[in-house]
C-alpha cells in the first residue's frame, strides 16, 4: 500500500510539474505552428536580410518554431525552397525580389499562409492566402535625401541602388525629391546621380559604383543595395566622402560599428518589427490575417524611420538640419508633401 501511495505520489508531481512548466515557460505559442523563411540570397549583409532574420529569430524566441533556408542567389532553388517550405509550413515568409513565383505557389498550397516581404505580385487580390508587405520606403528616403541635399558640400549627391526594380526607384525617387527640396530651401543648387550595382552581396561592386560617383563630384552617397552598398561604405573614408545606410541602423551594425563615422545616418525599413508585429496579430486573431491585400508599413507603427546610431556615437547632422527634417517630417504626415513613389 506505502508503495503505490509513493508511485502515486510521483505521478502527480510529475504531472504538476509539466503543467506548471507548460504554463510558465517562454514558449507561450501553440505547439507546432511551423515558419519557414526562404532568403532568395544569403544571410550576412547586415542591412535588409538579416533584419528579416532577426524577425524570424525573435518569433522563435516567443515559441513559434521557426527555420529559415537561404537560396544564396541561385534561382534553380527558388521554387523547390519555397515549396518544401509550404509543406512542411504554416507560415511562409519570402524574402528577396527574387521570389517572383510566389504567388503561384501560393495557389498550389491554399492551407498555408504566405507572406511576401517588399514585394508585390500583380494579382495579389486574387491570393486570400499571400499578403504582400510593402514598405513607404520612398517617405524614409526623402528624409535622408532631405539630409543629404543640406549637407552637401559638392552640390552633388549619390545614390546606389542593388538593381533597376520598383522597389529600389522607389527608394531613389523620395531620395532624390528630398535631396533637391533641400536645395531649393537652402537657395544652392544640388543635383543627385544614380547606379545599379545588379547584385545584391558583391562589395567591390559597391566600392567601385562610390568611387565612379565620388570621381563626379557626389560628396554623400545613399547605399540601397544590401551587401553590395556595405563595398561602398567600407570605401568612404578613402573617397573622402559620407553615406547613408539603410534598413538597420548600420552605424552600429556595419562592423560593429567599425564605420560609424562615415555614416550619417541610416533610413530603416524595420523589416524585423514588420514581421513579428504582423504574424503575432493574425495568430492572437486569424480575422486580422489580411491575405489578397498589401500591407503598407509607414512610419505609423515606426516601420520607417531615420536613426542615428546609438547613444553614444558623435551626432553628425548638425541640430539646425535635424530641426528642418523635424518640419518636412511633419508636411509629409499631414499631407502638406506628398512624396513621389515608383510603384
Same mark, same amino acid.
Given at each position: 500500500?506505502?508503495?503505490?501511495?509513493?508511485?502515486?505520489?510521483?505521478?502527480?508531481?510529475?504531472?504538476?510539474?509539466?503543467?506548471?512548466?507548460?504554463?510558465?515557460?517562454?514558449?507561450? @505559442?501553440? #505547439?507546432? +505552428?511551423?515558419?519557414? %523563411?526562404?532568403?532568395? *540570397?544569403?544571410? !550576412? /549583409?547586415?542591412?535588409?536580410?538579416?533584419?528579416?532574420?532577426?524577425?524570424?529569430?525573435?518569433?522563435?524566441?516567443?515559441?513559434?518554431?521557426?527555420?529559415?533556408?537561404?537560396?544564396?542567389?541561385?534561382?534553380?532553388?527558388?521554387?523547390?525552397?519555397?515549396?518544401?517550405?509550404?509543406? @512542411?509550413? #504554416?507560415? +511562409?515568409?519570402?524574402? %528577396?525580389?527574387?521570389? *517572383?513565383?510566389? !504567388? /503561384?505557389?501560393?495557389?498550389?498550397?491554399?492551407?498555408?499562409?504566405?507572406?511576401?516581404?517588399?514585394?508585390?505580385?500583380?494579382?495579389?487580390?486574387?491570393?486570400?492566402?499571400?499578403?504582400?508587405?510593402?514598405?513607404?520606403?520612398?517617405?524614409?528616403?526623402?528624409?535622408?535625401?532631405?539630409?543629404?541635399?543640406?549637407?552637401?558640400?559638392? %552640390?552633388?549627391?549619390?545614390?546606389?541602388? !542593388?538593381?533597376?526594380?520598383?522597389?529600389?526607384?522607389?527608394?531613389?525617387?523620395?531620395?532624390?525629391?528630398?535631396?533637391?527640396?533641400?536645395?531649393?530651401?537652402?537657395?544652392?543648387?544640388?543635383?543627385?546621380?544614380?547606379?545599379?550595382?545588379?547584385?545584391?552581396?558583391?562589395?567591390?561592386?559597391?566600392?567601385?559604383?562610390?568611387?565612379?560617383?565620388?570621381?563626379?563630384?557626389?560628396?554623400?552617397?545613399?547605399?540601397?543595395?544590401?551587401?553590395?552598398?556595405?563595398?561602398?561604405?567600407?570605401?568612404?573614408?578613402?573617397?573622402?566622402?559620407?553615406?547613408?545606410?539603410?534598413?538597420?541602423?548600420?552605424?552600429?551594425?556595419?562592423?560593429?560599428?567599425?564605420?560609424?563615422?562615415?555614416?550619417?545616418?541610416?533610413?530603416?525599413?524595420?523589416?524585423?518589427?514588420?514581421?513579428?508585429?504582423?504574424?503575432?496579430?493574425?495568430?492572437?486573431?486569424?480575422?486580422?490575417?489580411?491575405?489578397?491585400?498589401?500591407?503598407?508599413?509607414?512610419?505609423?507603427?515606426?516601420?520607417?524611420?531615420?536613426?542615428?546610431?546609438?547613444?553614444?556615437?558623435?551626432?553628425?547632422?548638425?541640430?539646425?538640419?535635424?530641426?528642418?527634417?523635424?518640419?518636412?517630417?511633419?508636411?509629409?504626415?499631414?499631407?502638406?508633401?506628398?512624396?513621389?513613389?515608383?510603384?
Amino acid at each position: 500500500m506505502k508503495k503505490f501511495i509513493s508511485v502515486a505520489l510521483v505521478a502527480v508531481m510529475v504531472l504538476s510539474m509539466s503543467l506548471f512548466m507548460a504554463s510558465c515557460g517562454g514558449d507561450d @505559442k501553440e #505547439e507546432g +505552428v511551423q515558419i519557414t %523563411g526562404v532568403i532568395a *540570397t544569403q544571410l !550576412g /549583409d547586415m542591412s535588409f536580410n538579416d533584419s528579416a532574420k532577426a524577425g524570424l529569430d525573435e518569433l522563435e524566441e516567443q515559441g513559434y518554431t521557426v527555420n529559415v533556408t537561404e537560396c544564396n542567389t541561385d534561382e534553380t532553388q527558388y521554387e523547390p525552397q519555397l515549396r518544401t517550405a509550404a509543406e @512542411k509550413s #504554416e507560415i +511562409v515568409i519570402g524574402v %528577396g525580389s527574387e521570389l *517572383t513565383m510566389i !504567388g /503561384d505557389i501560393a495557389k498550389e498550397y491554399p492551407d498555408t499562409k504566405f507572406i511576401w516581404i517588399d514585394n508585390v505580385v500583380d494579382d495579389y487580390k486574387d491570393i486570400s492566402n499571400l499578403t504582400c508587405i510593402s514598405y513607404k520606403q520612398n517617405e524614409g528616403s526623402y528624409l535622408v535625401g532631405y539630409i543629404a541635399g543640406s549637407m552637401t558640400e559638392t %552640390g552633388v549627391v549619390g545614390f546606389i541602388g !542593388g538593381a533597376d526594380i520598383p522597389v529600389i526607384n522607389d527608394f531613389y525617387v523620395g531620395y532624390e525629391q528630398g535631396a533637391l527640396q533641400a536645395g531649393k530651401d537652402l537657395d544652392k543648387d544640388v543635383k543627385v546621380i544614380k547606379g545599379y550595382t545588379g547584385d545584391w552581396s558583391d562589395t567591390n561592386l559597391g566600392a567601385e559604383h562610390a568611387q565612379d560617383q565620388a570621381t563626379r563630384g557626389a560628396d554623400i552617397i545613399f547605399c540601397a543595395a544590401g551587401g553590395s552598398g556595405n563595398g561602398a561604405i567600407m570605401k568612404a573614408k578613402d573617397l573622402g566622402i559620407k553615406c547613408i545606410g539603410v534598413d538597420q541602423d548600420q552605424r552600429i551594425t556595419l562592423g560593429d560599428g567599425q564605420y560609424a563615422d562615415d555614416i550619417l545616418c541610416s533610413m530603416i525599413k524595420n523589416v524585423q518589427k514588420s514581421i513579428v508585429d504582423y504574424v503575432n496579430e493574425f495568430y492572437e486573431d486569424d480575422s486580422k490575417w489580411i491575405g489578397g491585400e498589401v500591407f503598407y508599413a509607414g512610419s505609423e507603427g515606426n516601420y520607417v524611420e531615420v536613426a542615428y546610431g546609438s547613444e553614444d556615437m558623435e551626432m553628425l547632422v548638425p541640430d539646425d538640419v535635424l530641426a528642418a527634417l523635424d518640419e518636412q517630417m511633419a508636411k509629409i504626415k499631414d499631407g502638406t508633401i506628398v512624396v513621389d513613389t515608383a510603384l
